[in-house]
């Protein structure tokens, strides 16, 4: 009896410490396994997205993806314009033993803005037409209608009588930077229909004086290749926009790679205005302008100086003087002539500007009306020719001397 009792003892002793032992494994096993699980779950979970600002959302209130746009290649870009570039075709009659016959003289380039048939071109390229025609690609030859033209700008607007057309966009050439890469669109000696041509805009604001005018430019400048035919041509960014006219280019001896495109903001201007009214409307001061050039340390670095005033004008009104050296039109620098007419370009007259000016080294400001510059603008610098003592007219003893003091007096632009 004893014995069996004491084996009983000895196997209960036994059963609760291997069911302890059990226990602690599976505990074990299950503390692992959450371990590993959390771990997994740290190092491997994807990481939540960020909200997007509302003004991301779209429409429905769904994200909307954000997309960094780097802009087309050269080839989108061409792709995009070629089918907007047309020929533009001078006509005019010529006479060959007694009879007259309507042919063609010259040709150059435009750019189609509207699908119903609205080209931009160079005043150039058609001046003196008897007819003009424009050369579609892939399409045909149709003549061609002049609603207007600005012989200041150098710009021309012609309709032609189709549509479904395919229209380039006018971009803003002010957020242009120096360095950015440009084409250039054109019809070269008006053989080579539609060349494209790359480069970048090496300068901005390039003041130039075309020969034979008045208006002092401000052009784009590009080291894209261009040539005589290519005026009227876009100058394109990577978006496709046009953000110049491709005009002329520096034709000298040793000189390559410059190109001169006049701004897509002053060709909106002049596009608006003869769209609107067949001729371009500009404010006018009423005064013979020069570039400041001798300044001292009471006078502004840079300006341009009121060399005449025109009685009973806009200048002479507000009390402005010859003399005077304007610096600012409403707070925007005016440091040389070019900036001064494309200032004035941002106005209509009967517009009031306020214009900051030094005289006799004491900086002032004054509000002008701006009236309307005339079609026909005389000159207000009149050349006296010399008289001897019985009325006539005096031959010059040094005509070329004579003329050279001419033009320095007459080439001082009116504005």
Do not use: C
């Not at 004491?6 to 226990?23: D, Q, V």
């Not at 080209?119 to 579609?136: F, L, P, S, Y």
């Amino acid at each position: 009896m004893s014995n069996l009792h004491e084996k009983r003892e000895s196997g209960a002793t036994g059963f609760w410490p291997a069911l302890g032992y059990i226990s602690l494994s599976v505990l074990g096993i299950l503390l692992g396994a959450a371990i590993l699980y959390g771990a997994m779950v740290f190092f491997f979970s994807p990481v939540p997205e960020a909200s997007l600002p509302n003004e991301q959302l779209g429409e429905q209130g769904e994200e909307a993806p954000v997309v960094i746009n780097p802009g087309n290649s050269l080839a989108d870009v061409a792709d995009q314009a070629l089918a907007a570039v047309v020929g533009v075709n001078k006509h005019v009659y010529i006479t060959r033993f007694g009879e007259q016959s309507l042919e063609e003289v010259e040709s150059g380039s435009g750019v189609i803005i509207d699908p119903n048939g609205y080209i931009i071109t160079n005043q150039h390229v058609i001046e003196g037409a008897d007819k003009i025609t424009v050369v579609i690609p892939g399409k045909s030859s149709y003549e061609a209608e002049l609603i207007g033209l600005d012989t200041m700008t150098d710009l021309a607007l012609l309709k032609i009588e189709t549509n479904d057309l395919v229209a380039l966009t006018i971009g803003d050439s002010d957020q242009l930077r120096v360095g950015e890469q440009v084409l250039a669109i054109g019809n070269p000696f008006g053989y080579f229909q539609q060349t494209v041509t790359a480069g970048i805009i090496s300068a901005v604001g390039r003041q130039v004086r075309m020969p034979g005018s008045e208006y002092v430019y401000t052009f784009l400048q590009t080291d894209a290749l261009v040539n005589p035919g290519n005026s009227g041509g876009p100058l394109l960014n990577l978006k496709s926009e046009i953000i110049g006219i491709n005009t002329a280019k520096i034709a000298l001896v040793g000189v390559e790679g410059i190109g001169l495109a006049i701004p897509s903001n002053t060709v909106k201007r002049v596009m608006a205005d003869l769209f609107e009214h067949g001729r371009v409307i500009r404010p006018h001061l009423g005064v013979v302008i020069d570039d400041w050039l001798r300044y001292g340390a009471d006078e502004p670095e840079r300006g341009v100086i009121l060399v005449e005033i025109a009685p009973d004008s806009a200048a002479d009104n507000a009390g402005l003087q010859a003399g005077d050296i304007m610096v600012a039109i409403d707070g925007h620098d005016v440091h040389y002539l070019a900036q001064l007419f494309d200032r004035l370009f941002s106005y209509y007259p009967g517009d009031t500007v306020t214009i900051t000016y030094f005289r006799e080294g004491e900086s002032s400001q004054v509000t002008v009306t701006l009236g309307e510059r005339p079609e026909n603008l005389p000159s207000l610098v009149e050349v006296e020719e010399p008289v001897d003592d019985n009325g006539q007219t005096e031959e010059p003893d040094d005509q070329a001397e004579d003329q050279e003091d001419e033009d320095e007096i007459t080439e001082n632009p009116i504005e």
